[in-house]
């Protein structure tokens, strides 16, 4: 069921070619349909990640949103972080944990609410809020679908949930897009 709720997923997200169109997109050059497993993954250094752009701003020429696969291993984590972008994840197997300060425009994040997350949910970043994912499962990967709005993303980095705004880290680009970016992206609205 999973294997193919995800391959619709994909499909709806990637398949925008008429019967008679070619093979390739005109304006990204991309082929209009793709198979997951020939696109590059990697870990960008992130013990327990694995990532795969599959609709990428920087990578492939899209404007308004951008689509990932992401796996982590179990104990895997993402930074804290916020982004001045939305973003919607599709949880297609395992579980784990989401951490949202949902008061992130303070001064700092602050104590973060839980939330458990496992197959078959989604869940929403809504803009600027700092957050982070956890596989907490400590026998099985978590894999999501990640859709961001407003690529290629700009992240602010913290150390910890009470780290003033002013002192995260700004990671632009971001790791997945670093070997291909080119040009100045244009000014994004930040805290």
Known sequence: MCSMWTSFLITLLLSVAAADSSLFEANTGVPIVRNISEIN???????????????????????????????????????????SCE??????????????????????PGSPQEFPIFTNTTFHIPINDAHQVWNT??????????IISRPPIKVF????????????????????DELSYGQTSSVKDEL
């Open 41 to 83: 993954q990697d870990n960008y250094g992130r013990l327990g990640l694995s990532h795969i752009t599959i609709a990428g701003s920087v990578m492939h020429g899209f404007k308004e949103i951008e689509v990932w696969l992401q796996t982590f291993a179990p104990g895997a984590r993402t930074p804290i972080h916020r982004h």
């Open 87 to 108: 973003e919607i994840f599709v949880v297609l197997k395992g579980s784990g944990t989401l951490y949202l300060a949902s008061d992130s425009h303070k001064n700092y």
């Open 137 to 146: 499962n400590e026998h099985e990967d978590l894999q999501f679908l990640v």
């Open 157 to 176: 980095i913290y150390d910890d949930w009470y780290m003033p705004h002013t002192a995260a880290k700004l990671k632009f680009p971001y790791y997945w």
